[in-house]
């Protein structure tokens, strides 16, 4: 399974083969560094750790030095752990520097990045709620959220807030995994990959790259 940390550079437009305009997202994925390689004997679970762009020590923490020192190398920025299943080998070891060339067969990626956060927002803007009527007889109501609990909404278990009810509330800022991004080229000298589409983030937000696992 082919995976690797990387930064959103941003969104442009290229040509397809039959001369058509593509939008796609620019990622510059790694080069990461092994940071450790977990094992269901030592760990009691099957991983592998990687980290992407070099942190200043004087900006690290103790324990992220402790732990760098380990494979050879300097703290990290970005750090995760990518489990595995219990009888995966991998080829890895602490210290290995991982690039954009194990993406060279893939076909169809997984990204994963944190979308922009909105702050607090309404049910309309949150929700896509409709509102209230915009005509007469309504009185300064008409992005107002509604009736939010009741008896009779839910006989039986009391007139309380039901769980789950879409209501105002923090808004992005959350984990989001686009699916089956296909991988339109590799620029293995600049270690950017170009993907159709959108990735989840602001540009410059750290993402997380991973082989599609409904498809090639």
């Not at 939008?23 to 760990?43: F, L, N, Y």
């Not at 299943?85 to 990045?113: C, K, L, Q």
């Not at 959220?145 to 879409?166: E, F, M, Q, T, V």
């Not at 296909?182 to 750290?206: C, F, H, M, T, W």
Request: aromatic share 6%; with cysteine.
């Amino acid at each position: 399974m082919a995976m690797l940390l990387g930064r959103k550079i941003g969104m442009t437009q290229v040509y397809d083969k039959t001369g058509a305009i593509t939008t796609v997202t620019v990622i510059q994925a790694g080069p990461c560094r092994v940071m450790q390689v977990k094992s269901k004997e030592s760990d009691g679970y099957s991983a592998i750790q990687m980290g992407f762009e070099d942190v200043k020590e004087s900006r690290a923490k103790k324990p992220a030095l402790g732990h760098a020192a380990k494979a050879k190398t300097g703290a990290k920025k970005f750090v995760r752990e990518w489990r595995l299943s219990d009888d995966a080998e991998t080829e890895y070891s602490p210290g290995d520097d991982i690039s954009v060339s194990v993406f060279e067969d893939i076909e169809y990626v997984d990204v994963a990045g944190t979308s922009k956060g909105k702050g607090y927002a309404g049910v309309m803007k949150r929700h896509g709620f409709g509102g209230f009527p915009a005509s007469h007889g309504t009185e300064r109501k008409h992005r107002a959220p509604g009736s939010i609990s009741s008896y009779a909404s839910d006989a039986g278990h009391g007139g309380n807030l039901k769980k789950g009810k879409r209501m105002a509330g923090r808004m992005g800022g959350e984990r989001v995994t686009g699916k089956r991004h296909r991988l339109v080229s590799i620029d293995q000298e600049q270690n950017l990959l170009i993907v159709k589409g959108s990735v989840a983030g602001p540009a410059g937000g750290y993402v997380e790259i991973r082989q599609s696992k409904t498809g090639k």
